[in-house]
């Protein structure tokens, strides 16, 4: 046993990677949280012990383990090492150098205890607190992922560094102790678990509260199952929804990838402080509340989207990520981009009549696009060196690094993955793998199934990994010529990062003609080729059928022509999610000045027409923009004047449907729209939807016990009372928010409060933010954020970062999601050189403290900012003239 108690100091070279001399082969830890502050500190603290069994591959005497921000016991029995430091803070390790050198093949115990600060943070062993029947009830619990572990006991705190981890809690009588194991033993304070498999250390999850659960057992192995969340919330019901659908999606799973579950129980809870939406602690998933508890009477069926895909993303993971795990950050995209693909499958099959798979589109393809056109985008893959601090790693789980490669997947799942799946995962069980692993498994599959592909799978699949962005595919159906190039927003930015592959893929198109049925896949392997076949003479040519390929589609000017027109005289005729692409494509194409912005808005005419979801988001998501760069010019009105103009039918549409409000839409994305007919018809002006919503919501205020405002339409309802309202309705909006019984509920009206138009209100709801007891701090970056989204509110947000960044920076965690979100949030608006010259200024001003987790998005911003400037410089007139054109006098 290697133990120590002195400490002295020496010169160890700053390095961040672990050496691989020794390698973990379990954790026995016993942790003790203590859930009432110390009466001389005010502090609340955890104790722990740790034996750490390892194995030496190479000879040393230096211990390099990770550790933060936690005080060592000093030990009075022999010791034969000599604690040196806890390193650079940089680094985050502990160092231990020994008398003499280990021996090869041998294995250790370094055993420790230690003192740490349960604080609340929300990183690493942290402190969680609600109110339960007027009494302030205190939750100890885990986030170790990506780099956080190291926070709660010393360990060798990367992903390759897999071991087993032998659990036992400490904590006061009527609490209960979770694990990732099963609880195997209880007696007076402890609770001990069975031992986890073999398994990374940000994978780990120690729980103390007063929760209780439901429970079922499933399946042929008789997994358990339980519901965790506050008493009252699974007293309510609120956890049956996830329950009842758990079992379906593990099912799913288990069919999908041929092997078992590998735990004996699945445990999931919501916790009221938690900044990640969800994650997949291996046995034990840890959520937001918002994100796995259903309330029928309150929640909407977005929530409950919301719940299946997450659950169905978590427990995706329990193989992909869990049992095989990447090897390091570089690659977060090998966990993160396939539980995200496999996400919507699983939640397909639970709930087959939302047809989620459709969804993908919108919800993952067109939300990475937006950053992935950026100069300032990377690839999914990254050299292992280039991502080596917390910060760097924090940065890597983006919008990339989950949705980019969900095209590809859905390209090759037809062709190969149900086949793929069960050998990597076999292969490569409690281990770890980089991606050329996936491919030369996906290899196999096509040489076992007699698949003709163009290329190896490698050399695909490295051509969407290795580069950043996406290709613009042109078709010039007068000609035939088809050619490829690096799409980019803004066209004159400078593309830094060089490509293995002079940015040029290889593409599948799908592709077809009027009138004709859907063609075989056609690659694009070269920058420019003769397709003859495309050549439409007086029929039009669709490529990218239902948006299976990572690419955007330009036509000549008499194609896309033809294409509006089939709109016009029968839309139905082209499938719906294309008529969502052609409407995403022709406004991005617009913005990097490749089709005139006049094509982009008139993709939008036939929309009075239309009564289906994914178009009609697709088209409000991108006349956002237009809202962002013009609401403050005398563009705005025309502009609302004519989404005025396109929305009444949309809203006289369902109000028909739904017998005039008094019935829900029987179609999934119907409701979605019936949300967006609201939203739209209140927001520019709509006298009878803005009568209905001040109705309903005066209603709820004259009986505030009884609201019958209809879940699905609350998150509009709301807004649009806020925005038409007073002081009055703001504090009865408020004071709703703070005796919320169920998350979902908090959650829609926070976001509504931010829809006011006083100033005065806005600036208070912003100081609320640094006061936790008014506003989570997981909740803190969404509120600012939700008030720069209002037009009103904008200028109030930035001025409130500007001030109070350093508490911020400080006190919200910089290696938190939310964070980058928020400089994107209030900087979106920015569209001058004073704006510019603002954020420049900001950028300088903190540039020695550094960002954190966002580093990139301040990046982003800048160049954001200077693309809306030419953007707003070239198109503003134009589009004041075809929004008057278009408008009757």
Not at 95 to 123: C, H, M, P, R, W
Request: contains cysteine; glycine residues 4%; hydrophobic residues 40%.
């Amino acid at each position: 046993m290697i133990s120590f108690s002195s400490m002295t100091f020496l010169f160890i070279p700053l390095r961040f990677r672990l050496p691989t001399d020794l390698v973990p082969d379990c954790y026995n830890i016993t942790l003790w949280p203590r859930l009432s502050p110390e009466p001389s500190s005010g502090l609340y603290i955890f104790t722990g012990q740790s034996t750490l069994i390892f194995k030496c591959v190479r000879e040393t005497d230096l211990i390099l383990i990770h550790s933060n921000k936690l005080k060592y016991t000093k030990l009075n029995n022999t010791h034969i090492a000599r604690l040196i430091a806890s390193g650079n803070s940089e680094t985050q390790y502990l160092v231990i150098q020994l008398n003499s050198k280990l021996t090869q093949g041998q294995k250790y115990e370094l055993y420790t205890e230690f003192t740490g600060e349960l604080a609340d943070d929300l990183a690493g062993f942290y402190r969680s607190e609600y109110e339960e029947d007027g009494v302030r009830r205190i939750v100890a619990t885990s986030q170790m992922h990506p780099t956080h572990a190291r926070k709660t006991f010393p360990c060798f705190d990367e992903p390759a560094m897999k071991a087993v981890f032998d659990i036992t809690l400490i904590h006061p009588p009527g609490t209960v102790a979770l694990s990732n194991g099963m609880e195997k033993g209880q007696c007076c304070m402890y609770t001990r678990f069975e031992p986890t498999k073999k398994m990374s250390t940000y994978l780990l999850a120690i729980i103390v509260s007063e929760y209780s659960n439901i429970s079922a057992t499933q399946g042929d192995t008789l997994v358990t199952i339980r519901i965790w969340a506050r008493r009252t919330a699974i007293d309510q019901g609120q956890g049956n929804y996830a329950l009842n659908v758990t079992g379906p999606v593990l099912d799913f799973f288990q069919m999908y990838y041929n092997i078992s579950y590998p735990l004996s129980k699945s445990d999931q809870i919501a916790l009221p402080d938690f900044f990640f939406g969800a994650m997949e602690n291996w046995g034990l998933v840890t959520y937001r509340e918002t994100n796995l508890l259903y309330d029928p009477m309150t929640s909407s069926n977005r929530n409950k989207e919301t719940t299946a895909t997450i659950i169905a993303h978590e427990l995706a993971h329990m193989w992909f990520g869990n049992l095989v795990t990447l090897r390091w950050w570089n690659e977060v995209w090998l966990n993160e981009g396939f539980a995200s693909y496999v996400s919507y499958l699983g939640a397909d099959h639970a709930e087959p009549s939302w047809n989620m798979k459709d969804l993908i589109v919108l919800d993952d393809i067109h939300r990475v696009f937006a950053v992935d056109a950026l100069a300032s985008s990377h690839p999914l893959s990254s050299k292992e060196d280039s991502i080596i601090l917390p910060d760097q790693i924090t940065e890597q789980f983006d919008a990339i690094s989950y949705s980019k490669n969900l095209s590809q997947l859905t390209l090759l799942k037809c062709i190969m993955f149900f086949f793929c799946f069960q050998s990597y995962l076999n292969h490569f069980a409690y281990n770890n793998t980089v991606g050329n692993d996936l491919w030369h498994h996906l290899q196999m599959a096509v040489k076992a199934n007699n698949v003709s592909l163009p290329r190896s799978v490698c050399e695909i699949m490295n051509h969407w990994v290795l580069q950043m962005g996406f290709p613009v595919v042109t078709v010039n159906t007068a000609t035939g010529k088809v050619s490829q190039k690096h799409f980019l927003l803004d066209p004159e930015s400078e593309v830094a990062v060089e490509s293995p592959y002079n940015y040029k893929w290889v593409i599948p198109v799908r592709w077809r003609k009027s009138g004709e049925v859907q063609r075989d896949i056609w690659w694009l392997m070269e920058k420019e080729v003769i397709n003859l076949e495309m050549k439409s003479g007086d029929l039009w040519v669709l490529a990218n059928i239902n948006v299976t390929g990572y690419y955007r589609v330009n036509y000549d000017l008499g194609n896309w022509d033809s294409l509006l027109a089939q709109l016009h005289s029968g839309h139905q005729v082209i499938p719906v999610i294309n008529r969502a692409q052609l409407v995403d494509d022709a406004f991005n194409l617009a913005r990097a000045q490749l089709v005139p912005t006049t094509l982009a808005l008139r993709t939008t005419s036939y929309l009075s027409a239309e009564t289906e979801y994914m178009p009609w988001q697709s088209a409000l998501d991108n006349l956002n923009y237009y809202y962002l760069m013009l609401d403050c010019t005398e563009v705005y009105q025309p502009m609302q004047d004519y989404i005025k103009k396109l929305v009444t039918p949309l809203f006289l549409h369902f109000k028909s449907m739904t017998s005039n409000w008094t019935n829900v839409p029987y179609g999934h994305t119907d409701q979605y729209n019936q949300v967006n007919a609201i939203r739209m018809a209140c927001s520019t002006g709509v006298t009878e939807c803005q009568n209905l919503t001040n109705t309903w919501f005066e209603q709820w205020m004259d009986s505030p016990q009884r609201n019958l405002i209809h879940p699905n339409l609350r998150s509009a309802v709301y807004c649009s009372a806020m925005a038409a309202g007073d002081k009055a309705e703001w504090d009865f909006g408020w004071e709703q928010f703070k005796n919320a019984a169920v998350a979902s509920e908090a959650s829609k009206l926070m976001s509504a409060l931010a829809c006011t138009t006083k100033t005065q209100l806005l600036e208070r709801y912003l100081s609320y933010t640094l006061n936790s007891t008014l506003i989570r701090k997981q909740d803190a970056t969404s509120v600012i954020t939700a008030v720069a989204s209002n037009r009103v509110g904008q200028t109030l947000a930035w001025d409130f970062v500007r001030k109070e960044w350093e508490y911020m920076f400080t006190q919200y965690g910089v290696g938190s999601f939310s964070f980058a979100s928020m400089i994107s949030g209030v900087t979106a608006r920015f569209s001058t050189l004073d704006d510019l010259q603002q954020l420049e200024q900001f950028v300088e001003e903190h540039k020695a403290a550094g960002f954190g987790s966002a580093t990139l998005a301040v990046k982003q911003a800048l160049e954001k900012t200077k693309a809306n400037i030419k953007w707003l410089e070239r198109n503003k007139n134009e589009v004041l003239d075809w929004f008057n054109t278009v408008l009757p006098n």
